[in-house]
Protein backbone atom coordinates (compact mmCIF):
# COMPACT_ATOMS: atom_id res chain seq x y z
CA UNK A 1 0.00 0.00 0.00
CA UNK A 2 1.33 3.77 -0.92
CA UNK A 3 2.33 5.62 1.89
CA UNK A 4 -0.14 8.54 2.49
CA UNK A 5 1.64 11.97 2.04
CA UNK A 6 3.00 13.97 5.15
CA UNK A 7 1.02 16.48 4.58
CA UNK A 8 -2.21 14.74 5.05
CA UNK A 9 -1.39 12.50 7.68
CA UNK A 10 -3.73 12.76 10.95
CA UNK A 11 -4.55 10.21 13.17
CA UNK A 12 -7.85 9.40 14.14
CA UNK A 13 -8.65 9.43 17.99
CA UNK A 14 -11.14 7.83 20.14
CA UNK A 15 -14.78 9.23 19.99
CA UNK A 16 -17.68 8.28 21.70
CA UNK A 17 -15.83 7.41 24.60
CA UNK A 18 -14.91 11.19 25.30
CA UNK A 19 -18.27 11.83 27.24
CA UNK A 20 -18.18 15.19 28.98
CA UNK A 21 -20.96 15.08 31.48
CA UNK A 22 -22.06 18.34 32.33
CA UNK A 23 -24.13 19.09 35.50
CA UNK A 24 -27.25 22.06 35.01
CA UNK A 25 -30.47 21.99 37.06
CA UNK A 26 -33.43 19.99 35.67
CA UNK A 27 -36.92 20.15 34.27
CA UNK A 28 -39.59 17.70 34.96
CA UNK A 29 -39.96 14.22 32.93
CA UNK A 30 -40.35 14.06 29.33
CA UNK A 31 -38.95 12.28 26.21
CA UNK A 32 -36.45 13.11 23.45
CA UNK A 33 -37.95 13.86 20.15
CA UNK A 34 -37.40 10.97 17.87
CA UNK A 35 -35.92 11.36 13.95
CA UNK A 36 -38.07 9.48 11.13
CA UNK A 37 -36.77 6.16 11.58
CA UNK A 38 -38.12 6.24 15.33
CA UNK A 39 -34.70 6.55 16.94
CA UNK A 40 -33.86 9.19 19.39
CA UNK A 41 -32.70 12.15 18.20
CA UNK A 42 -28.91 13.46 19.38
CA UNK A 43 -26.72 15.60 18.84
CA UNK A 44 -22.75 15.71 19.11
CA UNK A 45 -20.45 18.78 19.67
CA UNK A 46 -18.21 19.79 16.87
CA UNK A 47 -15.92 21.88 19.19
CA UNK A 48 -15.64 23.28 22.29
CA UNK A 49 -18.58 25.03 23.25
CA UNK A 50 -21.08 25.55 26.32
CA UNK A 51 -24.30 24.22 27.53
CA UNK A 52 -26.67 27.34 28.62
CA UNK A 53 -29.27 27.45 30.91
CA UNK A 54 -31.55 29.00 28.49
CA UNK A 55 -31.92 29.36 24.87
CA UNK A 56 -29.23 32.66 24.78
CA UNK A 57 -25.58 33.20 24.41
CA UNK A 58 -25.54 35.36 27.63
CA UNK A 59 -27.18 33.57 30.04
CA UNK A 60 -24.86 31.41 33.06
CA UNK A 61 -23.48 28.18 31.66
CA UNK A 62 -20.54 25.67 31.82
CA UNK A 63 -18.42 23.86 29.24
CA UNK A 64 -18.78 20.85 26.83
CA UNK A 65 -15.95 19.49 25.18
CA UNK A 66 -15.74 18.41 21.81
CA UNK A 67 -17.16 15.25 20.56
CA UNK A 68 -20.08 15.42 23.94
CA UNK A 69 -23.40 13.70 22.98
CA UNK A 70 -26.84 14.57 23.88
CA UNK A 71 -30.43 13.86 23.62
CA UNK A 72 -32.75 16.55 21.96
CA UNK A 73 -35.62 17.64 24.27
CA UNK A 74 -38.51 19.62 22.38
CA UNK A 75 -37.92 23.21 23.10
CA UNK A 76 -41.08 22.91 25.03
CA UNK A 77 -42.55 20.83 27.38
CA UNK A 78 -45.01 18.61 25.24
CA UNK A 79 -44.02 20.31 21.78
CA UNK A 80 -42.56 19.02 18.91
CA UNK A 81 -40.16 22.23 17.53
CA UNK A 82 -36.57 21.61 18.04
CA UNK A 83 -34.67 24.46 17.27
CA UNK A 84 -35.41 27.78 19.40
CA UNK A 85 -33.53 30.95 18.57
CA UNK A 86 -31.01 28.82 17.16
CA UNK A 87 -30.45 26.61 20.20
CA UNK A 88 -31.23 22.94 20.96
CA UNK A 89 -32.71 22.02 24.71
CA UNK A 90 -31.33 19.07 25.20
CA UNK A 91 -31.03 16.23 27.85
CA UNK A 92 -28.20 13.45 29.41
CA UNK A 93 -31.11 10.21 28.78
CA UNK A 94 -34.02 10.03 26.30
CA UNK A 95 -36.06 9.35 29.18
CA UNK A 96 -35.28 11.88 31.40
CA UNK A 97 -36.53 14.13 34.60
CA UNK A 98 -34.15 16.72 33.58
CA UNK A 99 -33.35 19.36 31.10
CA UNK A 100 -29.51 19.65 30.78
CA UNK A 101 -29.43 23.12 29.30
CA UNK A 102 -29.42 24.05 25.75
CA UNK A 103 -26.60 23.90 22.69
CA UNK A 104 -26.18 26.58 19.66
CA UNK A 105 -26.61 24.76 16.64
CA UNK A 106 -24.05 26.57 15.12
CA UNK A 107 -22.01 24.13 17.73
CA UNK A 108 -23.26 20.82 16.82
CA UNK A 109 -23.57 18.30 14.45
CA UNK A 110 -27.37 16.28 14.34
CA UNK A 111 -26.77 12.16 14.75
CA UNK A 112 -29.74 10.28 13.62
CA UNK A 113 -28.50 6.96 14.18
CA UNK A 114 -28.43 4.81 17.31
CA UNK A 115 -25.08 3.06 15.18
CA UNK A 116 -21.55 3.62 16.21
CA UNK A 117 -18.86 2.03 14.41
CA UNK A 118 -15.52 0.53 16.00
CA UNK A 119 -12.46 -0.99 14.60
CA UNK A 120 -12.02 -4.47 13.87
CA UNK A 121 -9.20 -6.25 15.84
CA UNK A 122 -6.32 -5.87 13.67
CA UNK A 123 -5.29 -8.80 12.76
CA UNK A 124 -3.43 -8.88 9.25
CA UNK A 125 -5.98 -6.43 7.77
CA UNK A 126 -5.10 -3.13 6.28
CA UNK A 127 -5.53 0.25 8.05
CA UNK A 128 -8.75 2.29 7.77
CA UNK A 129 -8.86 5.18 5.41
CA UNK A 130 -10.61 7.68 5.72
CA UNK A 131 -11.62 10.24 2.94
CA UNK A 132 -13.90 13.66 2.27
CA UNK A 133 -16.11 12.36 -0.30
CA UNK A 134 -18.16 8.82 -0.41
CA UNK A 135 -16.61 8.82 -4.12
CA UNK A 136 -12.92 9.00 -3.05
CA UNK A 137 -12.98 6.09 -0.69
CA UNK A 138 -15.00 4.08 -3.55
CA UNK A 139 -12.48 4.85 -5.94
CA UNK A 140 -9.63 3.97 -3.47
CA UNK A 141 -11.48 0.45 -2.47
CA UNK A 142 -11.40 -0.32 -6.63
CA UNK A 143 -7.40 0.40 -6.66
CA UNK A 144 -7.62 3.43 -8.74
CA UNK A 145 -4.09 4.99 -9.20
CA UNK A 146 -3.83 8.10 -6.92
CA UNK A 147 -6.92 7.76 -4.94
CA UNK A 148 -5.14 6.72 -2.08
CA UNK A 149 -3.22 10.10 -1.84
CA UNK A 150 -6.57 11.42 -1.37
CA UNK A 151 -7.07 10.29 2.31
CA UNK A 152 -7.61 12.71 4.88
CA UNK A 153 -6.66 10.48 8.25
CA UNK A 154 -5.84 7.01 9.20
CA UNK A 155 -6.54 4.48 11.63
CA UNK A 156 -3.87 5.05 14.51
CA UNK A 157 -1.48 2.06 15.13
CA UNK A 158 -1.69 2.64 18.61
CA UNK A 159 -5.18 2.97 19.63
CA UNK A 160 -8.01 0.36 18.93
CA UNK A 161 -11.09 1.56 21.52
CA UNK A 162 -12.53 4.36 19.15
CA UNK A 163 -16.06 4.32 18.57
CA UNK A 164 -17.26 6.46 15.61
CA UNK A 165 -21.16 7.95 15.32
CA UNK A 166 -22.37 6.72 12.33
CA UNK A 167 -23.87 9.41 10.37
CA UNK A 168 -25.26 7.79 7.22
CA UNK A 169 -25.23 4.39 5.76
CA UNK A 170 -24.50 3.88 1.55
CA UNK A 171 -23.78 0.54 -0.54
CA UNK A 172 -22.04 -0.17 -3.71
CA UNK A 173 -21.96 -2.93 -5.75
CA UNK A 174 -18.78 -4.49 -7.07
CA UNK A 175 -18.14 -7.93 -7.99
CA UNK A 176 -21.38 -9.12 -7.13
CA UNK A 177 -21.60 -8.15 -3.87
CA UNK A 178 -22.63 -4.62 -1.62
CA UNK A 179 -20.08 -3.35 -0.38
CA UNK A 180 -20.97 -0.62 2.42
CA UNK A 181 -19.47 2.65 2.96
CA UNK A 182 -19.87 4.55 6.64
CA UNK A 183 -20.10 8.12 6.66
CA UNK A 184 -18.67 8.30 10.32
CA UNK A 185 -17.87 11.49 12.47
CA UNK A 186 -14.31 11.36 14.59
CA UNK A 187 -11.96 13.55 16.16
CA UNK A 188 -8.37 13.79 14.35
CA UNK A 189 -5.01 14.91 15.64
CA UNK A 190 -3.14 18.02 14.21
CA UNK A 191 -0.28 16.18 11.80
CA UNK A 192 3.29 17.86 11.37
CA UNK A 193 4.22 17.88 8.01
CA UNK A 194 8.04 17.06 9.78
CA UNK A 195 6.71 14.24 11.73
CA UNK A 196 7.35 11.43 9.62
CA UNK A 197 4.82 8.87 11.07
CA UNK A 198 1.32 9.28 12.41
CA UNK A 199 0.71 10.57 15.93
CA UNK A 200 -1.91 9.26 18.67
CA UNK A 201 -4.06 11.81 19.81
CA UNK A 202 -5.51 11.62 23.19
CA UNK A 203 -8.36 9.80 24.95
CA UNK A 204 -9.58 12.51 27.17
CA UNK A 205 -12.87 11.30 28.69
CA UNK A 206 -14.01 7.93 28.85
CA UNK A 207 -17.33 6.56 28.28
CA UNK A 208 -17.04 4.32 31.12
CA UNK A 209 -13.75 5.22 33.44
CA UNK A 210 -12.18 2.58 35.07
CA UNK A 211 -8.72 1.74 37.08
CA UNK A 212 -6.91 0.72 34.31
CA UNK A 213 -8.95 3.09 31.75
CA UNK A 214 -6.10 5.17 30.98
CA UNK A 215 -2.86 2.92 30.41
CA UNK A 216 0.14 4.12 28.89
CA UNK A 217 2.43 2.20 26.90
CA UNK A 218 5.16 2.80 30.25
CA UNK A 219 3.03 1.63 32.42
CA UNK A 220 1.90 -1.51 30.41
CA UNK A 221 5.43 -2.27 30.02
CA UNK A 222 6.53 -1.86 33.39
CA UNK A 223 3.46 -4.02 34.78
CA UNK A 224 2.78 -6.38 32.29
CA UNK A 225 2.61 -10.43 33.07
CA UNK A 226 1.78 -13.96 31.42
CA UNK A 227 -1.45 -14.88 33.94
CA UNK A 228 -2.55 -18.78 32.93
CA UNK A 229 -5.49 -20.40 34.72
CA UNK A 230 -5.85 -24.23 34.45
CA UNK A 231 -8.83 -25.26 34.61
CA UNK A 232 -8.98 -29.08 35.15
CA UNK A 233 -11.64 -31.83 35.12
CA UNK A 234 -10.51 -33.84 38.62
CA UNK A 235 -12.66 -37.12 38.27
CA UNK A 236 -10.62 -40.24 38.42
CA UNK A 237 -10.20 -40.54 34.80
CA UNK A 238 -7.81 -37.36 34.62
CA UNK A 239 -4.99 -38.56 37.26
CA UNK A 240 -2.75 -39.30 33.95
CA UNK A 241 -3.52 -36.13 32.68
CA UNK A 242 -2.81 -34.15 35.68
CA UNK A 243 0.60 -35.87 36.43
CA UNK A 244 1.30 -34.50 32.61
CA UNK A 245 0.20 -31.01 33.48
CA UNK A 246 3.39 -31.35 36.58
CA UNK A 247 6.01 -32.17 34.01
CA UNK A 248 4.63 -29.08 31.78
CA UNK A 249 5.35 -27.02 34.74
CA UNK A 250 8.12 -28.38 35.54
CA UNK A 251 9.99 -28.34 32.50
CA UNK A 252 8.41 -24.68 31.89
CA UNK A 253 9.91 -23.68 35.24
CA UNK A 254 13.78 -24.48 34.29
CA UNK A 255 13.34 -22.89 30.74
CA UNK A 256 12.09 -19.47 32.49
CA UNK A 257 14.55 -19.67 34.86
CA UNK A 258 17.33 -18.40 32.73
CA UNK A 259 15.28 -15.19 31.36
CA UNK A 260 16.08 -12.54 34.05
CA UNK A 261 13.43 -10.47 32.19
CA UNK A 262 10.70 -12.68 33.07
CA UNK A 263 11.15 -12.76 36.81
CA UNK A 264 7.84 -12.51 38.91
CA UNK A 265 6.15 -12.29 35.43
CA UNK A 266 4.82 -15.21 34.48
CA UNK A 267 1.80 -16.59 36.98
CA UNK A 268 -0.26 -19.35 36.96
CA UNK A 269 -2.95 -20.46 39.36
CA UNK A 270 -5.36 -23.85 39.01
CA UNK A 271 -9.00 -24.52 39.21
CA UNK A 272 -10.47 -27.95 39.06
CA UNK A 273 -14.07 -29.28 38.68
CA UNK A 274 -16.53 -32.08 39.14
CA UNK A 275 -20.20 -32.71 38.79
CA UNK A 276 -23.26 -32.25 41.20
CA UNK A 277 -24.68 -35.21 42.45
CA UNK A 278 -28.66 -35.78 43.06
CA UNK A 279 -29.60 -33.75 45.84
CA UNK A 280 -29.32 -36.51 49.18
CA UNK A 281 -26.77 -38.42 47.26
CA UNK A 282 -24.91 -40.84 49.67
CA UNK A 283 -21.77 -39.57 48.08
CA UNK A 284 -22.72 -36.26 48.06
CA UNK A 285 -20.07 -35.66 50.80
CA UNK A 286 -17.67 -37.42 49.37
CA UNK A 287 -17.88 -35.47 45.29
CA UNK A 288 -16.59 -32.73 48.35
CA UNK A 289 -17.10 -30.15 45.78
CA UNK A 290 -18.19 -28.89 42.35
CA UNK A 291 -15.50 -26.21 41.47
CA UNK A 292 -12.40 -25.34 43.49
CA UNK A 293 -9.74 -22.86 43.29
CA UNK A 294 -6.91 -24.68 44.39
CA UNK A 295 -4.11 -22.34 43.88
CA UNK A 296 -4.37 -18.39 43.11
CA UNK A 297 -2.21 -17.20 40.39
CA UNK A 298 1.08 -17.10 41.79
CA UNK A 299 4.81 -16.24 39.92
CA UNK A 300 6.35 -18.72 42.75
CA UNK A 301 6.52 -21.76 40.25
CA UNK A 302 7.40 -24.40 43.26
CA UNK A 303 4.47 -23.31 45.42
CA UNK A 304 2.19 -23.71 42.60
CA UNK A 305 3.61 -27.64 42.02
CA UNK A 306 3.19 -27.74 45.59
CA UNK A 307 -0.25 -26.97 44.99
CA UNK A 308 -1.16 -28.86 42.31
CA UNK A 309 0.19 -31.71 44.23
CA UNK A 310 -2.72 -31.63 46.25
CA UNK A 311 -5.09 -32.17 43.43
CA UNK A 312 -6.90 -35.70 44.39
CA UNK A 313 -9.15 -37.08 41.84
CA UNK A 314 -12.70 -37.87 42.93
CA UNK A 315 -13.02 -41.23 44.89
CA UNK A 316 -16.41 -41.31 43.21
CA UNK A 317 -18.04 -41.65 40.13
CA UNK A 318 -20.14 -38.53 37.95
CA UNK A 319 -23.87 -40.02 37.70
CA UNK A 320 -23.25 -39.26 34.05
CA UNK A 321 -20.73 -38.51 32.12
CA UNK A 322 -21.13 -34.51 31.33
CA UNK A 323 -19.35 -32.64 34.32
CA UNK A 324 -19.55 -28.98 35.20
CA UNK A 325 -17.18 -27.84 32.64
CA UNK A 326 -19.09 -23.69 33.21
CA UNK A 327 -18.53 -24.24 36.77
CA UNK A 328 -15.32 -24.43 36.78
CA UNK A 329 -14.80 -21.46 34.53
CA UNK A 330 -16.60 -19.41 36.37
CA UNK A 331 -14.42 -20.09 39.03
CA UNK A 332 -11.58 -19.43 37.13
CA UNK A 333 -13.45 -15.72 35.95
CA UNK A 334 -14.74 -14.92 39.75
CA UNK A 335 -12.35 -16.04 42.10
CA UNK A 336 -9.00 -15.92 40.32
CA UNK A 337 -6.98 -12.25 41.11
CA UNK A 338 -7.16 -11.37 37.14
CA UNK A 339 -5.08 -8.12 36.46
CA UNK A 340 -5.19 -5.23 33.57
CA UNK A 341 -1.74 -5.39 32.73
CA UNK A 342 -1.71 -8.83 31.66
CA UNK A 343 -1.92 -11.36 29.09
CA UNK A 344 -5.01 -13.55 30.92
CA UNK A 345 -5.37 -17.27 29.19
CA UNK A 346 -7.28 -19.89 30.61
CA UNK A 347 -6.56 -23.83 29.67
CA UNK A 348 -9.38 -26.02 30.03
CA UNK A 349 -8.44 -29.39 30.28
CA UNK A 350 -10.93 -32.06 30.42
CA UNK A 351 -12.37 -35.42 28.71
CA UNK A 352 -15.96 -34.90 29.23
CA UNK A 353 -18.80 -32.74 27.97
CA UNK A 354 -20.24 -29.62 29.93
CA UNK A 355 -23.59 -30.03 31.73
CA UNK A 356 -25.66 -27.62 29.86
CA UNK A 357 -29.38 -27.97 30.88
CA UNK A 358 -30.36 -24.45 32.63
CA UNK A 359 -33.13 -26.61 34.94
CA UNK A 360 -32.76 -29.10 37.63
CA UNK A 361 -29.36 -29.48 39.51
CA UNK A 362 -27.03 -29.95 37.08
CA UNK A 363 -24.85 -27.16 35.85
CA UNK A 364 -25.26 -25.38 39.13
CA UNK A 365 -24.28 -22.03 37.79
CA UNK A 366 -27.18 -21.95 34.91
CA UNK A 367 -24.92 -20.88 32.82
CA UNK A 368 -24.53 -21.27 28.80
CA UNK A 369 -21.78 -21.00 26.24
CA UNK A 370 -22.65 -17.64 24.80
CA UNK A 371 -23.12 -16.33 28.49
CA UNK A 372 -19.65 -17.97 29.76
CA UNK A 373 -18.27 -16.31 26.54
CA UNK A 374 -19.43 -13.15 27.29
CA UNK A 375 -17.84 -13.16 30.86
CA UNK A 376 -14.73 -14.09 29.86
CA UNK A 377 -14.41 -11.71 26.48
CA UNK A 378 -16.41 -8.88 27.54
CA UNK A 379 -17.95 -5.90 25.09
CA UNK A 380 -17.12 -2.45 25.05
CA UNK A 381 -14.23 -0.12 24.35
CA UNK A 382 -12.98 -0.19 27.95
CA UNK A 383 -12.88 -3.90 27.94
CA UNK A 384 -9.49 -4.61 26.09
CA UNK A 385 -7.90 -5.03 29.54
CA UNK A 386 -10.14 -7.50 30.67
CA UNK A 387 -10.12 -10.14 28.03
CA UNK A 388 -9.07 -13.64 28.96
CA UNK A 389 -8.88 -16.21 26.12
CA UNK A 390 -10.06 -19.84 26.65
CA UNK A 391 -7.91 -22.26 25.00
CA UNK A 392 -8.80 -26.29 25.31
CA UNK A 393 -7.00 -29.63 25.20
CA UNK A 394 -9.34 -32.15 25.12
CA UNK A 395 -9.03 -35.81 25.90
CA UNK A 396 -10.71 -37.90 23.21
CA UNK A 397 -13.23 -40.57 25.35
CA UNK A 398 -17.08 -41.21 25.46
CA UNK A 399 -19.26 -39.16 23.87
CA UNK A 400 -16.50 -37.72 22.31
CA UNK A 401 -18.45 -35.95 19.01
CA UNK A 402 -20.24 -33.85 22.07
CA UNK A 403 -17.25 -33.01 23.83
CA UNK A 404 -15.76 -31.82 20.54
CA UNK A 405 -18.37 -29.47 19.68
CA UNK A 406 -18.63 -28.32 23.52
CA UNK A 407 -14.96 -27.34 23.54
CA UNK A 408 -15.37 -25.87 19.86
CA UNK A 409 -18.04 -23.46 21.16
CA UNK A 410 -15.78 -22.27 24.57
CA UNK A 411 -12.35 -21.42 22.78
CA UNK A 412 -14.43 -19.73 19.73
CA UNK A 413 -14.42 -16.28 22.22
CA UNK A 414 -15.56 -13.17 20.63
CA UNK A 415 -12.92 -11.16 20.23
CA UNK A 416 -10.24 -13.65 20.92
CA UNK A 417 -10.70 -16.97 20.06
CA UNK A 418 -8.24 -19.43 21.42
CA UNK A 419 -6.82 -22.67 20.36
CA UNK A 420 -8.31 -26.15 20.65
CA UNK A 421 -6.27 -29.58 20.35
CA UNK A 422 -6.89 -33.57 20.79
CA UNK A 423 -5.50 -36.03 22.38
CA UNK A 424 -6.74 -40.10 21.81
CA UNK A 425 -5.36 -41.31 25.32
CA UNK A 426 -2.60 -41.80 27.59
CA UNK A 427 -0.22 -42.51 24.70
CA UNK A 428 -0.29 -39.10 23.24
CA UNK A 429 0.79 -37.82 26.58
CA UNK A 430 4.43 -36.99 25.37
CA UNK A 431 2.39 -35.17 22.73
CA UNK A 432 -0.21 -33.04 25.33
CA UNK A 433 3.02 -32.43 27.11
CA UNK A 434 5.39 -30.80 23.91
CA UNK A 435 2.07 -28.83 22.54
CA UNK A 436 1.36 -27.31 26.43
CA UNK A 437 5.21 -26.57 26.41
CA UNK A 438 5.88 -24.94 23.20
CA UNK A 439 2.33 -22.72 23.37
CA UNK A 440 3.31 -21.72 26.72
CA UNK A 441 6.91 -20.57 25.99
CA UNK A 442 5.58 -18.55 23.04
CA UNK A 443 3.49 -16.70 25.29
CA UNK A 444 6.13 -15.91 27.50
CA UNK A 445 8.73 -14.55 24.99
CA UNK A 446 6.03 -12.15 23.95
CA UNK A 447 5.53 -11.46 27.22
CA UNK A 448 9.41 -10.78 27.59
CA UNK A 449 9.21 -8.80 24.49
CA UNK A 450 6.50 -6.40 26.03
CA UNK A 451 8.62 -6.29 28.83
CA UNK A 452 12.11 -5.42 26.81
CA UNK A 453 10.15 -2.88 24.76
CA UNK A 454 10.23 -4.67 21.56
CA UNK A 455 7.05 -3.52 20.29
CA UNK A 456 8.00 -2.99 16.37
CA UNK A 457 9.33 -6.64 16.70
CA UNK A 458 5.53 -7.77 17.66
CA UNK A 459 3.96 -5.27 15.65
CA UNK A 460 5.92 -7.06 12.30
CA UNK A 461 4.69 -10.58 13.72
CA UNK A 462 1.01 -9.30 14.15
CA UNK A 463 1.51 -7.66 10.56
CA UNK A 464 2.84 -11.29 9.19
CA UNK A 465 0.97 -13.47 10.55
CA UNK A 466 -2.24 -14.90 8.56
CA UNK A 467 -5.99 -13.58 9.96
CA UNK A 468 -6.99 -17.02 12.18
CA UNK A 469 -3.46 -18.42 12.50
CA UNK A 470 -1.88 -19.94 15.34
CA UNK A 471 0.26 -17.13 16.17
CA UNK A 472 -2.59 -14.29 14.84
CA UNK A 473 -4.45 -15.56 17.95
CA UNK A 474 -1.86 -16.03 20.29
CA UNK A 475 -0.29 -12.33 19.52
CA UNK A 476 -4.19 -11.16 19.52
CA UNK A 477 -4.81 -9.83 23.13
CA UNK A 478 -1.28 -8.75 23.71
CA UNK A 479 -1.72 -6.60 19.90
CA UNK A 480 -5.10 -5.15 21.27
CA UNK A 481 -2.92 -3.93 24.42
CA UNK A 482 -0.31 -2.06 22.71
CA UNK A 483 -2.62 -0.61 20.33
CA UNK A 484 -5.32 0.64 23.24
CA UNK A 485 -2.02 2.43 25.18
CA UNK A 486 -1.37 6.04 25.50
CA UNK A 487 1.31 7.70 23.38
CA UNK A 488 0.31 11.57 22.91
CA UNK A 489 -2.37 13.71 23.74
CA UNK A 490 -2.45 16.60 20.94
CA UNK A 491 -4.66 19.24 20.03
CA UNK A 492 -7.97 17.25 18.33
CA UNK A 493 -10.25 18.38 16.05
CA UNK A 494 -13.83 17.16 14.85
CA UNK A 495 -13.95 16.12 11.09
CA UNK A 496 -16.38 14.33 9.13
CA UNK A 497 -15.25 11.85 6.70
CA UNK A 498 -15.93 8.55 4.54
CA UNK A 499 -14.53 4.93 5.05
CA UNK A 500 -15.64 1.40 3.64
CA UNK A 501 -16.32 -0.90 6.00
CA UNK A 502 -13.95 -3.59 4.45
CA UNK A 503 -10.18 -3.57 3.33
CA UNK A 504 -8.84 -4.37 -0.61
CA UNK A 505 -8.40 -7.92 0.77
CA UNK A 506 -11.76 -8.41 1.87
CA UNK A 507 -11.47 -8.30 5.23
CA UNK A 508 -13.68 -6.66 7.85
CA UNK A 509 -11.95 -3.33 8.64
CA UNK A 510 -14.99 -1.91 10.68
CA UNK A 511 -18.41 -3.38 12.82
CA UNK A 512 -21.27 -1.71 14.46
CA UNK A 513 -21.70 -1.28 17.35
CA UNK A 514 -25.83 -0.06 19.27
CA UNK A 515 -26.19 2.52 21.54
CA UNK A 516 -28.08 1.26 24.54
CA UNK A 517 -29.56 2.13 27.94
CA UNK A 518 -28.93 -0.23 30.82
CA UNK A 519 -33.21 -0.13 31.32
CA UNK A 520 -33.56 -1.37 28.05
CA UNK A 521 -31.53 -4.20 28.43
CA UNK A 522 -33.36 -5.09 32.05
CA UNK A 523 -36.28 -4.70 30.11
CA UNK A 524 -35.42 -7.13 27.42
CA UNK A 525 -34.36 -9.78 30.15
CA UNK A 526 -37.77 -9.74 31.86
CA UNK A 527 -39.78 -9.52 28.43
CA UNK A 528 -37.97 -13.06 27.55
CA UNK A 529 -39.00 -14.32 31.08
CA UNK A 530 -42.66 -12.95 30.15
CA UNK A 531 -42.88 -14.66 27.04
CA UNK A 532 -41.57 -18.01 28.27
CA UNK A 533 -43.94 -18.05 31.51
CA UNK A 534 -47.21 -17.06 29.19
CA UNK A 535 -45.59 -20.23 26.75
CA UNK A 536 -45.93 -22.13 29.69
CA UNK A 537 -48.80 -21.55 31.07
CA UNK A 538 -50.77 -21.30 27.62
CA UNK A 539 -51.28 -25.15 27.56
CA UNK A 540 -49.09 -28.21 26.72
CA UNK A 541 -46.72 -28.04 23.87
CA UNK A 542 -48.21 -28.61 20.84
CA UNK A 543 -51.73 -27.96 21.64
CA UNK A 544 -51.16 -24.84 23.68
CA UNK A 545 -53.90 -21.90 23.44
CA UNK A 546 -52.91 -19.24 21.21
CA UNK A 547 -55.41 -16.65 21.93
CA UNK A 548 -54.43 -16.89 25.85
CA UNK A 549 -50.63 -16.86 24.47
CA UNK A 550 -51.44 -13.73 22.62
CA UNK A 551 -53.33 -12.37 25.16
CA UNK A 552 -50.15 -12.90 27.53
CA UNK A 553 -48.47 -10.69 24.91
CA UNK A 554 -50.40 -8.02 24.31
CA UNK A 555 -49.78 -7.51 28.19
CA UNK A 556 -46.32 -6.80 27.50
CA UNK A 557 -47.09 -4.96 24.03
CA UNK A 558 -49.24 -2.40 26.35
CA UNK A 559 -47.05 -2.05 29.09
CA UNK A 560 -43.99 -0.63 26.43
CA UNK A 561 -46.42 1.35 24.84
CA UNK A 562 -46.53 -0.94 21.44
CA UNK A 563 -48.95 0.64 19.51
CA UNK A 564 -50.63 -1.99 17.36
CA UNK A 565 -52.48 -4.95 18.84
CA UNK A 566 -50.12 -8.29 19.08
CA UNK A 567 -52.14 -11.03 16.84
CA UNK A 568 -51.28 -14.43 16.06
CA UNK A 569 -48.76 -13.89 12.94
CA UNK A 570 -46.73 -11.29 14.84
CA UNK A 571 -42.92 -12.57 15.34
CA UNK A 572 -41.76 -11.74 18.75
CA UNK A 573 -38.89 -9.62 16.94
CA UNK A 574 -41.34 -7.01 16.65
CA UNK A 575 -42.43 -6.93 20.40
CA UNK A 576 -38.87 -7.32 21.37
CA UNK A 577 -37.52 -4.22 19.08
CA UNK A 578 -40.01 -1.65 20.34
CA UNK A 579 -38.34 -2.63 23.76
CA UNK A 580 -34.74 -1.82 22.64
CA UNK A 581 -35.65 0.94 20.11
CA UNK A 582 -33.21 -0.81 17.58
CA UNK A 583 -33.69 -4.13 15.37
CA UNK A 584 -33.65 -7.17 17.04
CA UNK A 585 -31.76 -9.46 14.25
CA UNK A 586 -31.57 -13.03 16.48
CA UNK A 587 -33.21 -15.23 14.57
CA UNK A 588 -34.92 -16.98 17.37
CA UNK A 589 -37.22 -14.31 17.69
CA UNK A 590 -38.35 -14.47 14.26
CA UNK A 591 -40.87 -17.15 15.40
CA UNK A 592 -45.22 -15.88 15.55
CA UNK A 593 -46.93 -17.20 18.65
CA UNK A 594 -48.53 -19.67 16.27
CA UNK A 595 -45.92 -21.14 15.62
CA UNK A 596 -45.08 -21.50 19.23
CA UNK A 597 -48.20 -22.95 20.07
CA UNK A 598 -47.74 -25.46 17.61
CA UNK A 599 -44.14 -26.43 18.64
CA UNK A 600 -43.71 -30.33 19.49
CA UNK A 601 -42.01 -30.37 23.14
CA UNK A 602 -38.69 -31.10 22.40
CA UNK A 603 -38.85 -28.21 19.30
CA UNK A 604 -40.10 -26.33 22.47
CA UNK A 605 -37.28 -27.22 24.53
CA UNK A 606 -34.55 -26.10 22.04
CA UNK A 607 -36.00 -22.72 20.98
CA UNK A 608 -36.05 -22.11 25.03
CA UNK A 609 -32.46 -23.11 25.81
CA UNK A 610 -31.29 -20.73 22.65
CA UNK A 611 -33.87 -18.39 24.71
CA UNK A 612 -31.63 -18.87 28.26
CA UNK A 613 -28.27 -18.40 25.73
CA UNK A 614 -29.80 -14.97 24.99
CA UNK A 615 -30.86 -13.98 28.39
CA UNK A 616 -26.96 -15.43 29.77
CA UNK A 617 -25.88 -12.86 27.53
CA UNK A 618 -27.64 -9.87 28.20
CA UNK A 619 -26.86 -10.80 32.27
CA UNK A 620 -23.13 -11.07 31.28
CA UNK A 621 -23.75 -7.16 29.83
CA UNK A 622 -25.40 -5.81 32.86
CA UNK A 623 -22.76 -7.83 34.89
CA UNK A 624 -19.98 -5.80 33.19
CA UNK A 625 -19.38 -2.67 35.29
CA UNK A 626 -16.69 -1.07 32.58
CA UNK A 627 -19.43 -1.13 29.73
CA UNK A 628 -21.93 1.05 31.72
CA UNK A 629 -21.01 5.19 31.95
CA UNK A 630 -23.99 7.47 33.61
CA UNK A 631 -24.82 10.56 31.94
CA UNK A 632 -25.34 13.60 33.61
CA UNK A 633 -24.21 12.17 36.90
CA UNK A 634 -27.25 9.83 36.99
CA UNK A 635 -27.72 7.16 38.89
CA UNK A 636 -31.46 5.54 37.15
CA UNK A 637 -31.19 2.85 34.82
CA UNK A 638 -32.06 5.15 31.62
CA UNK A 639 -28.76 7.24 32.88
CA UNK A 640 -26.85 4.13 32.53
CA UNK A 641 -25.76 3.53 28.42
CA UNK A 642 -23.14 1.48 26.53
CA UNK A 643 -22.01 1.01 23.23
CA UNK A 644 -22.54 -2.77 22.39
CA UNK A 645 -21.18 -4.62 19.54
CA UNK A 646 -24.21 -5.51 17.16
CA UNK A 647 -22.70 -9.02 17.02
CA UNK A 648 -22.54 -9.10 20.76
CA UNK A 649 -26.17 -8.38 21.39
CA UNK A 650 -28.49 -11.11 22.74
Known sequence: MKRIPRRLLSTVSIVLGALILCHLPSWGGEESLLTLEGTPQKLITRRRSALYREADDLSPNEPVDVFSFFYVLPTQVNGAEKLQDGFYRVAYAAETPRQAGWLKAEDVVEWDHAQVAGFTSYGGRDRVLFFASEQDAIDWYLGKPEAEQKAISREPAQKQQALFPLLAISEFQHDGDEIPVYQLAYLSGDSLPSTPELRATSNNVTAAPTAHAKMTREQLQRDFKLQVTFVMDSTASMTPWIEAMKEVIATLSTKLAGVPSLAGRIEFAVVTYRDQLAPGSPDQDSMEYVSRRICDLTSDHALFQQQLATVNVAPVDSEDFAEDILAGLKTALDEVTWTPAAHKAIVLIGDAPAQVATDG???????????????????????????????????????????RRHFDQLTAGRQHPGLHYAYEGTGDASQFIADLVARLTELAETTQKVVEGRFEELEDEASAASPGSLQARLLGPVMEMLRATELGSPESTFEQGYAIVLDREGNRALEPHVLVNQAQIKLFESALNHIIVSLESSGDPGSRNVTKLVQALQILATGINLQEDVHPDMPLAEILTMMLGFPVRNSIFSITPKKLAAMTSSDYQRWVDQVRASQSITKAHLENGSLWFQMGGGTRSHDAHAFIKVSDLP
Not at 375 to 401: K, N
Open 361 to 403: YKNVTKLTFPGLVALAQPTGAQATFEQIQVHGLRIVSEDAEVC
